[in-house]
């Protein structure tokens, strides 16, 4: 199509939302079907701002009084809600906060927050004013954040009082000093987010051009350190109409999806999905581990019609008393992160009657293959379902040739031709990077798969050696490169072990410098280190002390070959001597 088929953005959305509420799944199906179509083949417009079209545009303009936010704090059941019109002030007021300090178009905002309603509002309010959001998760060491601030300085910052004194130490340490810093309280050298209440609701939306980027992600790699991941003003903002379709989250009703902020699964399933079709998105806030009861009495309690969470979330659910809950209004459940397992679909089902649909994607991506609400009474336990229409999706074998065989094995890879999905993000900060993953006319996911003889699609596992555990990624060198500086070891490997609940956790195979032996003394001290040093998702649950690794003949360690011995092992159930676990230290449970 030509410049004739140029449209506005709104009238997209306004059709797409139109298509989501119908309830027979034939027609929604045949519908979207057509859409996706239509918008894999438009000219988007040159410039974009999602926030001031579509949700002041449409949600806020025709729908202000409808509830936008509904957030809970487990912790005391302590209630705030939000209007469209609401968060429309707060929006425009925190913009023009920001301009006043020095922000303008194209400056760097990172926000680590916790699951606060002012997330929300910083979210829309780095879009509206053109500013390039980075989610940072309240989990990160003083490393991670030291190595996320010396290769991209903030230009600005928001926290909340507890995470401060961290964000402080690390601006120290890299000697940074952004234009502004926010916290969600009081801090002395710090503005209050309070401050934003003396400015004007209203606010003058910055002009962004469709390939502006708006958030940047750290995602982790095999090779390296984390890299920034690019999505721009349409890429995350259209991109998740393929997140809200396979959700099937629905106007004017409640959805819920459980992940933690700082991580782009937020940005799609909390923010993006609901509002896109004026849905009410819900928070429900907790400061220690998840409570399933609390939560799902949240669930039960708000009336939630559409729920996503993670596997492991929903493992810990049926720890709870899940088939005591009333979940006659959840008329969707879904699940990504990782693979749902056979085992966990038939037992929710069973105690809940609920079809949990498993879905997939990336941080470089939105919603791309999965089971939608059509699919319903035919799900194949265990397959991530079938490939979504915003998407070109392929299996490549080793020497890039398309698999058009069922039951083949192949790369996942997203085909840039006869069109670039407008979920896929636009590339890497880190050029070297694109050109790993860049190959001709693919994107290649790093993850493989088979198809079967129905299309339907099963996940296999990663190509490379990042380590899926729970909704987490972590890449072997973040592990490593911080143990390393442990004064007994020589060499450190860190591969994937399979886990029944967290489907991987991180094991480190350690060679020991002269003059140190293995020992559970040793193993111990090695846990707190890395306890001390390491986010709780990438601390180690398994060491292993070893004499040497399979390397290759210019001495690089073979993580794959090591991840091979590991599989062989834990499926026979063996147990080396020199093999230590992190639940048999209950001191660990001590260190904070």
Not at 94 to 119: A, M, Q, T
Not at 154 to 168: F, H
Not at 184 to 213: C, L, R
Not at 578 to 584: A, D, L, P, T, V
């Amino acid at each position: 199509m030509g410049n004739s088929d140029k449209l506005e953005l709104k009238h997209i959305y306004k059709e797409f939302t139109d298509i989501i509420k119908i309830q027979n799944n034939e027609e929604k199906e045949t519908l979207l079907s057509f859409f996706f179509k239509k918008l894999n083949d438009i000219e988007i417009p040159e410039y974009f701002n999602w926030e001031f079209e579509i949700f002041e545009g449409i949600h806020a303009k025709e729908n202000g009084a409808r509830i936008a936010l509904y957030w809970i704090d487990l912790n005391n059941w302590n209630e705030k809600k939000y209007t469209f019109s609401d968060l429309v002030n707060e929006t425009n007021k925190l913009v023009n906060f920001l301009r006043g300090n020095g922000l303008s178009k194209g400056d760097n905002f990172y926000f680590i927050l916790p699951l606060l309603p002012e997330l929300f509002i910083v979210n829309l309010a780095v879009i509206k004013a053109g500013l390039i959001g980075i989610p940072t998760a309240t989990t990160l060491t003083l490393n991670d954040l030291t190595y996320r601030f010396s290769t991209y300085p903030p230009n600005g910052i928001i926290t909340d009082e507890q995470t401060s004194n961290l964000i402080d130490d690390v601006l120290n340490k890299t000697n940074i000093n952004p234009k502004i810093k926010i916290v969600v309280g009081e801090k002395k050298g710090w503005e209050s987010y309070d401050s934003i209440k003396k400015e004007s609701p209203y606010a003058e939306p910055a002009k962004i051009k469709k390939d502006d980027a708006i958030f940047v992600f750290f995602t982790s790699g095999t090779t390296g350190m984390p890299k920034r991941v690019v999505h721009t003003a349409i890429s995350y903002p259209i991109g998740h109409l393929s997140t809200a379709s396979i959700i099937n989250v629905q106007p004017g009703e409640i959805h819920n999806n459980l992940s933690a902020p700082g991580w782009a699964k937020f940005a799609w399933s909390s923010f993006f999905a609901p509002f896109n079709v004026g849905a009410t998105t819900s928070a429900f806030y907790y400061t220690d581990k998840l409570d399933p009861n609390k939560y799902l009495h949240a669930i039960e309690e708000l009336k939630v019609s559409t729920f996503c969470a993670p596997p492991t979330a929903w493992r810990a659910f049926l720890k709870g008393n899940m088939k005591e809950f009333n979940f006659d209004n959840l008329h969707d459940a879904v699940s990504a992160g990782e693979p749902l397992g056979i085992g966990v679909y038939k037992k929710v089902l069973e105690e809940t009657k609920l079809e949990v649909r498993d879905f997939y994607g990336q941080t470089e991506t939105t919603a791309m293959i999965g089971n939608p609400p059509w699919f319903k009474g035919k799900i194949k336990p265990g397959s991530m379902g079938i490939p979504l229409l915003m998407y070109n999706m392929v299996l490549l074998d080793d020497n890039g040739v398309e698999i058009k065989k069922p039951g083949e094995i192949g790369h996942i890879a997203v085909k840039l031709v006869p069109w670039r999905a407008i979920g896929l993000f636009k590339g890497y900060m880190e050029n070297e990077r694109n050109n790993e993953v860049f190959k001709g006319n693919y994107y290649l996911t790093g993850d493989k798969a088979y198809f079967d003889e129905q299309g339907y699609w099963w996940f296999v596992g990663r190509a490379d050696d990042v380590i899926k555990t729970s909704d987490f990624r972590v890449g072997p060198t973040e592990v490593e490169s911080i143990l390393i500086q442990h004064p007994t070891i020589a060499e450190i490997a860190a591969v994937a072990s399979p886990h029944p609940e967290k489907y991987q956790i991180v094991k480190v195979f350690i060679v020991l410098k002269p003059g140190y032996k293995p020992s559970s003394e040793l193993a111990l001290d090695i846990f707190k280190f890395a306890k001390r040093t390491l986010p709780y998702y990438k601390v180690p649950r398994i060491i292993e002390f070893v004499d040497d690794f399979p390397k290759t003949i210019s001495g690089k360690i073979l993580r794959r070959e090591l991840r091979k011995i590991e599989e062989d092992k834990k499926a026979k159930g063996i147990k080396e001597t020199y093999e230590y676990y992190y639940e048999e230290f209950p001191e660990l449970k001590k260190i904070n």
